[in-house]
């Protein structure tokens, strides 16, 4: 095995999720197609990797899906998403509107600040050092 290649976002709509990740962070996207069902194939996953974990958005069917939108590591940072240049990629995404829960930090580990997706979902936006 040699890596994660998928992990399932659960979101409201595609459309606005494909918007957010692309935009406001710069994702690519690279696939959306349609299933046939009412359902689509949407994979997005941080510009220029080339390979890695991607994220499949995957729209909420039911009421149970739907109430874990936003909560999906129940309130804890679940997701990591590293950078090579913190202050640019930290600028860039506060001019795209992304919501920063804190003041950038510099830690040992590197340089870390807290923002939510557009659903509430809590994201590290971290340069390691």
């Known amino acids: ?7 399932t976002l659960v979101v409201r709509d595609y459309d606005e999720a494909i918007a957010f990740y692309t935009h406001a962070l710069g994702f690519e996207l690279i696939e959306d197609t349609d299933r046939g ?4 194939w949407v994979v997005v996953r ?3 990797t080339g390979h890695g974990s991607a994220l499949l958005l ?3 069917k039911d009421d149970v899906q739907r109430a874990s939108v936003g ?5 804890r940072v ?8 913190f202050a640019a990629d930290h600028a860039r995404m506060t001019a795209a509107g992304v919501r920063f829960l804190e003041e950038p930090r510099h830690e040992p ?17 971290l340069q390691p050092k």
Not at 1 to 7: E, P, R, T
Not at 116 to 124: A, H, I, M, T
């Open 1 to 7: 095995m040699s890596y994660i290649a998928l992990v």
């Open 37 to 40: 069902d009412g359902t689509r």
């Open 46 to 48: 941080p510009r220029g």
């Open 58 to 60: 995957a729209r909420a």
């Open 71 to 75: 909560a999906q590591a129940g309130g």
């Open 78 to 85: 679940g997701f990591f998403l590293h950078t090579g240049d």
């Open 109 to 125: 580990y590197g340089s870390v600040a807290v923002f939510e997706d557009l659903y509430g979902n809590r994201w590290d936006l």
